[in-house]
C-alpha cells in the first residue's frame, strides 16, 4: 500500500529555523517525483515545489523560489522542506504528494503555525 | 506561470441533480507528448486533496463514474452527473505541464 507520512504539527517563533519531513512507503521512492503544497488558513493550494528523489532535481514555483528548501534522502525515503527562518506568514498546512497522474497519493499534512 | 480560473467559486446544488465546473487555463496543456495535463481533485472538509481526475479525462482509481471530465487545449469541466452529500467540498482544478503545476482558485460545493 503506497503512504506518505509527514511529520507531526509544528509551533515556533518568527526567526526560527524548522524542517518538516514526508516519508514514502509501499513503493519505489526514487522512481517518483514528490511535491509540496501549501495551504493558508481558509485559503486555496499553492504549489512550492517538486523534487525527483533519485537524482534529488528540484524545482520551484516561483513564488517560493529562495523562500524555502526542498531536499530528499533515498537512503530512508524521505523528502523535506525546511525553512530558514520562518515568518508569520508561513503559518499554514503543508502537504505533500506523489507526483503520479499529477497527485495520486498524498501525505496527512503538517499544520506549521508561528506565532511570537 | 500558467493561471488557472475556475467558474463558478461556489455551487449549492440538491442531492441527485447534476453540477458542473469549469476550469480555463492561460495556455494550452498539450504537451509535445500528445497527452493533456489537467488534473481535478476533490478536498473534502478538514482532508487532504484528493485525485478524481487526471489528463483531462481519466477517472482515478475508486472514484465512482458519476464523476467525468472533459474539454481540451486551454477549456475544461469537471461534470457530477447526480450529486450526493459525500460530494460536498473544494473541488480543484490544476495543471501540470512541464512540471510547473499550478491550481485554480477552488469551487466550494455545498449541498442544499
Known amino acids: 500500500e503506497v503512504q506518505l507520512v509527514q511529520s507531526g504539527a509544528e509551533v515556533k517563533k518568527p526567526g526560527e529555523s524548522l524542517k518538516i519531513s514526508c516519508k514514502g512507503s509501499g513503493y519505489s521512492f526514487t522512481s517518483y517525483w514528490i511535491g509540496w503544497v501549501r495551504q493558508m488558513p481558509g485559503k486555496g493550494l499553492e504549489w512550492m515545489g517538486i523534487i525527483y528523489p533519485g537524482d534529488s532535481d528540484t524545482r520551484y514555483s516561483p513564488s517560493f523560489q529562495g523562500q524555502v528548501t526542498i531536499s530528499a534522502d533515498k537512503s530512508i525515503s524521505t523528502a523535506y522542506l525546511q525553512w530558514s527562518s520562518l515568518k508569520a506568514s508561513d503559518t499554514a498546512m503543508y502537504y505533500c504528494a506523489r507526483l503520479q497522474y499529477g497527485g495520486d497519493y498524498w501525505g496527512q499534512g503538517t499544520l506549521v503555525t508561528v506565532s511570537s | 506561470d500558467i493561471v488557472m480560473t475556475q467558474t463558478p467559486l461556489s455551487l449549492s446544488v440538491t442531492p441527485g441533480q447534476p453540477a458542473s465546473i469549469s476550469c480555463k487555463s492561460s495556455?494550452?496543456?498539450?504537451?509535445?507528448?500528445?497527452?493533456?495535463?489537467l488534473y481535478w481533485y476533490l478536498q473534502k472538509p478538514g482532508q487532504s486533496p484528493q485525485l478524481l481526475i487526471y489528463e483531462v479525462s481519466s477517472r482515478f482509481s475508486g472514484v465512482p463514474d458519476r464523476f467525468s471530465g472533459s474539454g481540451s487545449g486551454t477549456d475544461f469541466t469537471l461534470k457530477i452527473s447526480r450529486v450526493e452529500a459525500e460530494d460536498v467540498g473544494v473541488y480543484y482544478c490544476?495543471?501540470?505541464?512541464?512540471?510547473?503545476?499550478?491550481f485554480g482558485q477552488g469551487t466550494k460545493l455545498e449541498i442544499k
Open positions: 495556455q494550452s496543456l498539450l504537451h509535445s507528448d500528445g497527452k493533456t495535463y
Open positions: 490544476m495543471q501540470g505541464i512541464h512540471l510547473l503545476y499550478t
